[in-house]
């Protein structure tokens, strides 16, 4: 299939328009979500004298819409024209986000987890539009180089994005950060016009590219059934699914246990948290960049089990270290190897789906991971009162072990437009 036909451009990656105008607009939407994030977080900290309940509150908001959404947004982004999705998205955000701004002028404060709400839901239409442009013009040889570069942006914001959310509300207030907040999604809604026009999933095919659906669309639920239908009918797909389990599971059973690892194994108070997370950002970043770089000789689900399996051995070790250059070791090489996590799930979602249904394949997928993540973060704290700090570290460890030989079933299945590549060459010549 030609580049024309795609809609992917025969030059370098930076001289892609789309992948300019994406990573352009996903700094402005990251620079207003860090703000969103930890100016309300301190905002609703000072109103509630730290209820937990309330700030708990701004995890749901932020959390729930995957479980609810992600399968709906998934569907309607494979309907849609991506670009105009993304678009209305984030316009709507900005709008929702300036409604709060007047709320607070009234003096009605809670309308703020409205703010990360709205955002969230709209984030469910817009997130999967973009991984099918992502499908439609980026060639498949640059989508995981394409996935390193964002996840090496995610991490130079998971190092500064705290502090910058702290600072806008420390030293302007709730109503600027908001403001900053909505004029960020405001500005990203503009860069987004210089997207190419790309049809819709119908306008392209629909269902005729899956394999045994039906030639017409059909109505929205029967197009959110084939969804699951396309997931199980690929082995590699379906393998995908249980690792997405799993790594949710190990992820999310330490996540709040980390300031148990300071205060219990390393002797230190709780502050020390910040110099740990810290380490992890900055090793993030590193491994971000290094995975740009060696991310074309890699399959992705061999990428995905390196980065899986890293992060076991480091996992164990911080649950059993007493000493403090250790852990921050740890933290490091688990640090680096978390974007192989990323960049190997990103890349085998795109390359294994057709373009007509990524947006469904991403929407089945997606929950699986988040929603065993906060299934357990919601327990973790509980689990902690029952088990010793070293077996839930343990058991975090041996379930990304288990992922890792899921994985290991799938490493000879090529990308399909790879294998048909290699079919075609394998052909004898007239």
Do not use: C
């Amino acid at each position: 299939m030609s580049s024309a036909a795609t809609g992917a451009k025969p030059g370098g990656l930076f001289g892609n328009r789309f992948f300019q105008t994406i990573l352009l607009s996903n700094v402005l939407l990251q620079i207003g979500i860090w703000v969103r994030n930890f100016a309300i977080l301190m905002y609703v900290t000072d109103m509630t004298n730290s209820d937990p309940v309330a700030i708990a509150l701004i995890y749901v908001a932020e959390f729930l819409p995957i479980f609810l959404f992600s399968f709906i947004g998934g569907t309607f982004a494979d309907r849609w024209r991506p670009k105009r999705t993304m678009i209305w998205s984030d316009f709507l955000s900005a709008l929702s986000v300036f409604v709060v701004l007047a709320t607070l002028a009234a003096g009605v404060w809670q309308m703020i987890f409205f703010a990360t709400l709205v955002s969230s839901i709209l984030s469910q239409f817009s997130q999967p539009s973009a991984m099918r442009m992502f499908k439609i013009h980026l060639r498949p040889d640059q989508l995981q180089q394409a996935m390193a570069f964002f996840q090496s942006m995610v991490a130079i914001f998971m190092v500064g994005g705290p502090s910058l959310g702290i600072w806008m509300y420390h030293e302007f207030g709730i109503n600027d950060s908001i403001a900053v907040m909505g004029v960020a999604f405001l500005l990203s809604a503009a860069v987004l016009i210089r997207l190419p026009e790309t049809p819709s999933g119908r306008e392209t095919g629909g269902e005729a590219a899956v394999p045994g659906a039906p030639q017409q669309a059909g109505s929205f639920w029967k197009e959110l059934a084939e969804g699951f239908r396309y997931v199980w009918r690929s082995p590699v797909l379906r393998t995908l699914g249980l690792t997405f389990a799993l790594a949710g599971i190990g992820v999310g059973m330490v996540q709040p246990l980390g300031v148990f690892v300071v205060t219990e194994k390393l002797g230190k108070t709780k502050e020390f948290l910040q110099f740990l997370m810290m380490v992890n950002g900055v090793a993030m970043l590193i491994g971000g960049g290094l995975m740009a770089a060696l991310s074309r000789r890699i399959l992705p689900q061999k990428l995905l089990a390196l980065g899986m399996f890293v992060g076991a051995v480091t996992t164990l070790g911080i649950g059993l270290s007493e000493q403090i250059w250790l852990t921050l070791a740890l933290q490091f090489i688990g640090g680096l190897s978390f974007p192989a996590i990323h960049i190997g799930i990103s890349t085998m979602i795109l390359r294994w789906s057709d373009e007509s249904i990524v947006g469904r394949v991403n929407g089945v997928l997606n929950p699986m991971f988040m929603g065993m993540m906060v299934v357990m973060i919601a327990t973790g704290g509980s689990l902690k009162a029952w088990f010793p700090i070293e077996v839930l570290y343990a058991a975090s460890a041996l379930a990304m072990v288990l992922g890792t030989a899921a994985l290991a079933t799938i490493f000879k299945h090529q990308p399909p437009e790879q294998a048909t590549a290699q079919a075609v060459q394998g052909m004898p010549s007239h």
